[in-house]
Structures are given as structure tokens and as C-alpha cells.
T-cell receptor, first 114, second 114 residues
Framework: DGGITQSPKYLFRKEGQNVTLSCEQN?????MYWYRQDPGQGLRLIYY???????QKGDIAEGYSVSREKKESFPLTVTSAQKNPTAFYLC?????????????FGPGTRLTVL | EDKVVQSPLSLVVHEGDTVTLNCSYE??????LLWYKQEKKAPTFLFML????IEKKSGRLSSILDKKELFSILNITATQTGDSAVYLC??????????????FGTGTRLTIIP
């Protein structure tokens, strides 16, 4: 089955610890995205990557880091510098090309920092 | 600053009613507007609107875009309990393929009472 997987579903961490969220897709999509969703707010873009070995900051990149060493993988690290990391994190991907195709979302990871 | 505003924030109606969800936007380099449905975790794609005045329709759902007045509406007729979800509006913006991003609204939480 083709799709986007995120792991784990729920993650608990102590304040001050770095944590890495996994995002994998087997859709052969070129572009991948990380969003954060807080209660009462829309999705906010953290980082995105259009091709392997390249990524750009989104609207709220501070305190986060990413890598794109493989086409199918786009892990997100929440560092201790992120002031309010507790949130629901969504990964998305879409194919590249001259015609825009919508983003497909993974099931999300709910991160709670204690 | 780019912004996407959805209204109402929440809506409770009875099964069989018709609802209209609103999305207004102010963004630079507008390219298209997308609607997503989020039931539990992953948002699922509904429509993408690029041209003004052309209605997109899928079953009981329909949507239209007004690029002059900078808004879109999502209509759901003969609502069912399965329509209960958060409906997200997102605006695709960017000057070229490499920097295209989505800006999301806060969402409208729709609850259908049997």
C-alpha cells in the first residue's frame, strides 16, 4: 500500500531533550513538508523540501531542524530551543511537476513535553 | 502578512441541514485555494480552486472561489453525521514552483446532530 507513515503516534519527552519525529513515504513524491497544529490554530509550516538534499525554512522554523538524505524520508528534530514544543505534528508530501498536485498528509504525531 | 480566515469557527446543525463554510484570504502571490477535511488525524483533500466563478462539485459538497472579493465558500447539502469534521481552507502561494507554500486557516469545526 502506498502512503505516508509517521511514527510514533504519541511521544512524550522531558523538557530540554531533543526528539526526532519520523516521516516516510513510498509514493515517490519529490516534495515533503512538516506542519505543526495547535488547538484553535491552523496548520503552520515548519520546513519543506522540494528535492533530496535540499530544504527551506517555513513560517515557524525556529527550534526545529530537518534532513532530506533520501527521497522517501524527511525526519524532523524538535530541539530544546523550541519554546513550546507540545503540539500535533503533520507530515505531507506531493509529486513535483509543472501541474500542481495537492499535498497528501500522514496520520500525525502528537508530541507532549513534560 | 499573509492570512487566511475561516468562519464560523464552529457550527452545530441537524442532520439533513445545508451548511455554508467561509474562507477569506489576503496573501501575496496567490495561486490557488484548497479545501481539506480533517476527521481524526490526517487532513484529506476535497477541492482545489484556481479560477473565479467555476464551481467544483463532489456529491453533496461544492465549492466556489471569488478572486475579486478574495473568498471561497464550501457548501454541504443534506448533511450526514459522517460530515462531522474540521474543514480546513488553505491558500497556495508562491512565485515559482520552488517556493510554493500553503497557508492554512484555523478551520471550521462542523458537528452534525442525528
Amino acid at each position: 500500500d502506498g502512503g505516508i507513515t509517521q511514527s510514533p503516534k504519541y511521544l512524550f519527552r522531558k523538557e530540554g531533550q531533543n526528539v526526532t519525529l519520523s516521516c516516510e513515504q513510498n509514493l515517490n513524491h519529490d516534495a515533503m513538508y512538516w506542519y505543526r497544529q495547535d488547538p484553535g490554530q491552523g496548520l503552520r509550516l515548519i520546513y519543506y523540501s522540494q528535492i533530496v538534499n535540499d530544504f527551506q525554512k517555513g513560517d515557524i522554523a525556529e527550534g526545529y531542524s530537518v534532513s532530506r538524505e533520501k527521497k522517501e524520508s524527511f525526519p524532523l528534530t524538535v530541539t530544546s530551543a523550541q519554546k513550546n514544543p507540545t503540539a500535533f505534528y503533520l507530515c505531507a508530501s506531493r509529486p513535483a511537476g509543472p501541474v500542481y498536485n495537492e499535498q497528501f498528509f500522514g496520520p500525525g504525531t502528537r508530541l507532549t513535553v513534560l | 502578512e499573509d492570512k487566511v480566515v475561516q468562519s464560523p469557527l464552529s457550527l452545530v446543525v441537524h442532520e439533513g441541514d445545508t451548511v455554508t463554510l467561509n474562507c477569506s484570504y489576503e496573501v501575496t502571490n496567490f495561486r490557488s485555494l484548497l479545501w481539506y477535511k480533517q476527521e481524526k488525524k490526517a487532513p484529506t483533500f476535497l477541492f482545489m480552486l484556481t479560477s473565479s466563478g467555476i464551481e467544483k462539485k463532489s456529491g453533496r459538497l461544492s465549492s466556489i472561489l471569488d478572486k475579486k472579493e478574495l473568498f471561497s465558500i464550501l457548501n454541504i447539502t443534506a448533511t450526514q453525521t459522517g460530515d462531522s469534521a474540521v474543514y480546513l481552507c488553505a491558500v497556495r502561494r508562491g512565485t515559482n514552483f520552488g517556493n510554493e507554500k500553503l497557508t492554512f486557516g484555523t478551520g471550521t469545526r462542523l458537528t452534525i446532530i442525528p
